[in-house]
């Protein structure tokens, strides 16, 4: 159970450890300037119907109720222990789990924490104007839902950094509230997270792509032989769920609606689909594009001693580790990279070790896949005939084997001059962008009222009703 009773609500004994608890509650009131600051634009008076952690068993871990998100309970919730746990691949195997950090691993393991941790802030600082445009309370709801959670999952790695990194723990923390997303100066780590959100399409698209980056990043780390970092990431997994299901049921619902008004008007016509107040399938096929090649970049490259140390060291496993069948060495297997050769993309097996970024990678397009063809569904059943593609693995990317080349969405390999050319039938350009604002100008706050251009979930969150007053503006 969660001890609420506590400045920072936490399961980890917190009160036991008082320069600890100190120093967190130093941290604390940054944190909450950065949240005033970079949270969500001109929210801190609204109560939102907001789900809170209060245990970290998988079974009604969550209670509902209002709050003013400025007053949201973050902690610091780490799954249980358990005490056989042991590491499971690389040159430990075998071993009791770490429950402090091997000296050796100690300036990468605080790299590994902070490149995770700089990513929660930096998609909540990526969101914060998009309240102000929301197509509906229950939509404003969950993008709120998704920041609290966001905010809380920086608080996961912090107290990573604070509980067994000492000072240097403590300054990276600080560093955490510092860096901006998008800033020239002081920019977040990681490419995707100093991408503008700047609009629902793209809110949805990143909740379905990129928080699913997390998901499989997390679920590396949730592998790790130091434990308190694998059973940190465990928790944060199941929060991670909603948010995907956000990004997934939010572009399903916008196909649905652009289906639904197709089909009434008898359109196929992109321009005379925007005409009628909807976002056309190509311009969703445009920011899909964009969405998966910047996602794609964050697995880094596809050939890495990094990731191979990561692994034989033990500090980062593969998706689902423990249920692969093999000698979770890899000292002899073998795994395919593609690299761009003249005009030509060729594939070539490097030893597995050094691809496991690239098999991650891997592991999560096949996941977007089966999501992809969900989306495809909807477009099937009302019979237009639009087929959603995932493009390429080397379109637009900008790390690793294809990084410097101008990969089609088909995989040819073209030149600059012919991609220039042709890069906006396959990625939103700015007119894109404009019309897709251009339906989101204002906020829909009636209860059970959706913006023309979404279709109303299928239910409302926690059995509501769909016209459930989610949010309180006062
Ligand atoms: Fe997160
Ligand atoms: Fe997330």
């Known amino acids: 159970m969660i001890d609420y009773t506590e400045k920072i609500p936490n399961n980890v004994d917190l009160g036991r450890d008082r320069g600890l608890q100190r120093a967190l509650e130093h941290w604390q009131p940054a944190y909450m300037g950065w949240w005033y600051d970079m949270g969500p634009n001109e929210s801190h008076n609204f109560e939102v119907y907001l789900r809170t952690a209060i245990s970290v068993e998988p079974d009604g871990w969550a209670q509902f109720g209002y709050v003013k ?29 770490w429950q402090e950090v091997p000296g050796e691993y100690r300036s ?20 914060r104007l998009l309240g102000s445009s929301c197509p509906s309370m229950y939509d404003l709801r969950n993008i709120f839902q998704v920041n609290v959670e966001e905010g809380r999952h920086l608080w996961a790695m912090v107290y990573l950094l604070h509980r067994y990194f000492g000072r240097d723990g403590r300054e990276e923390a600080e560093a955490l509230l510092a860096r901006r997303s998008g800033d020239a100066d ?43 970092l694998s059973r940190t990431c465990r928790f944060m997994l199941t929060e991670e769920a909603h948010h995907m299901f956000v990004g997934e049921t ?22 005379q689909v ?71 993309i060729v594939k070539k097996n490097v030893p597995a070790l050094t691809a496991l970024n690239e098999r991650l990678r891997d592991d999560y397009i096949e996941e977007i896949a089966d999501g992809v063809g969900r989306w495809q569904r909807v477009i099937d059943e009302a019979g237009i005939p639009f087929k959603l ?64 251009w979404i279709a109303p979930p299928l239910r409302g969150i926690n059995s509501k009703p769909l016209d459930f007053e989610y949010v309180r503006f006062n």
């Open 274 to 344: 925007r005409a009628l107040g909807v976002i056309d399938l190509q311009t969703i096929q445009r920011y899909l594009n964009f969405h998966y090649s910047v996602t794609l970049d964050l697995y880094g490259s596809d050939v890495s001693s990094n990731a191979a140390n990561y692994f034989t060291n033990g500090l980062k496993g593969r998706f689902r580790e423990t249920k692969l069948d093999d000698d979770h060495v890899l000292s002899e297997a073998e795994y395919p990279v593609y690299e761009v050769i003249g005009d030509k």
């Open 389 to 452: 593609m995932l493009p390429h693995k080397g379109f637009h990317r900008a790390i690793g084997n294809f990084a410097g080349h101008h990969i089609s969405v088909n995989g040819d390999v073209l030149t600059a001059e012919a991609w220039d050319k042709r890069k906006h039938e396959w990625l939103p350009s700015p007119a894109d962008e404009k019309f897709v604002q251009s339906l989101m100008t204002g906020r829909v706050v009636e209860p059970g009222q959706f913006a023309n």
């Open 186 to 228: 002081n920019p977040r780590i990681l490419g995707a997270f100093n991408e503008p959100t700047p609009d629902w399409l793209a809110f949805y698209m990143f909740t379905f792509f990129t928080d699913r980056d997390g998901k499989f990043q997390l679920c590396a780390l949730a592998e790790s032989g130091f434990d308190p």
């Open 69 to 97: 998100m400025p007053e949201y309970r973050w902690g610091i919730f780490l799954q249980p222990r358990d005490e056989k746990r042991e590491v499971n691949f690389g040159i430990h195997k075998g071993q009791p789990a």
């Open 250 to 271: 939010g572009v399903t619902r916008i196909i649905k609606r652009t289906c639904e008004v197709m089909k009434e008007n008898k359109v196929e016509d992109p321009a």
């Open 108 to 127: 990468t393991l605080r790299r590994v924490i902070v490149t995770q941790g700089d990513t929660e802030p930096a998609s909540v600082e990526q969101q």
